[in-house]
């Protein structure tokens, strides 16, 4: 049997002290808390670079606070398509510019320009965005019946942070161009 491979590292302080606590927490040795690290940066490191992904970052942070939930795209148009025969219509577009309001106060702690706000709402799935222009964009809609909502919805939100949007219908998409 092969003697074990020594080898000597340098650990920065703030490393070090993360190291130190791993050790007091797990009471493992020095040796044994490094060859774990190593195997399971070994096996997760695909899944590691992901979770650098910037919406996937936006994933890990909306669902974590519990205020979002996953929802098949499915189940979302079942939803679009029941609130179209609703006799509540009216209701819900009231409530649903009043939810929108709130979220652009709360963005405008966040965000500063209309492309970052798009990029948060694309992590919602409601389009894919592409930027075509300097300050012009288009959102490729995951369903027809999205478009009022989404629609009304960044309408709603841009207004509140007193950002100017033209908002332009398409056949499947939305185009957005910043003023």
């Not at 606070?65 to 679009?80: C, P, Q």
């Not at 009216?90 to 966040?110: D, I, L, M, P, Y």
């Not at 841009?158 to 003023?179: G, Q």
């Amino acid at each position: 049997m092969k003697n074990p491979a020594r080898i000597t590292i340098s650990l920065d302080m703030e490393t070090e002290n993360l190291f130190k606590k791993l050790k007091n927490d797990s009471q493992m040795s020095q040796s044994a808390i490094l060859r774990e690290a190593l195997r399971f940066y070994s096996t997760n490191k695909d899944i590691l670079k992901k979770i650098k992904n910037k919406k996937v970052e936006t994933y890990i942070e909306m669902l974590s606070g519990g205020e979002h939930l996953i929802l098949d795209v499915n189940h979302w148009i079942l939803f679009l398509k029941l609130l179209e025969k609703s006799r509540y219509q009216t209701e819900f577009w009231k409530n649903h510019k009043s939810v929108a309001r709130s979220h652009g106060e709360q963005f405008s702690k966040n965000f500063k320009t209309a492309e970052e706000v798009l990029e948060r709402l694309e992590a919602c799935n409601f389009y894919n965005l592409s930027k075509i222009g300097k300050d012009e964009y288009v959102l490729v809609l995951n369903s027809n019946l999205s478009k009022k909502f989404v629609k009304t919805f960044i309408k709603e939100v841009f207004d509140s942070m007193n950002l100017t949007v033209e908002v332009k219908d398409e056949i499947a998409k939305l185009r957005v161009k910043t003023k």
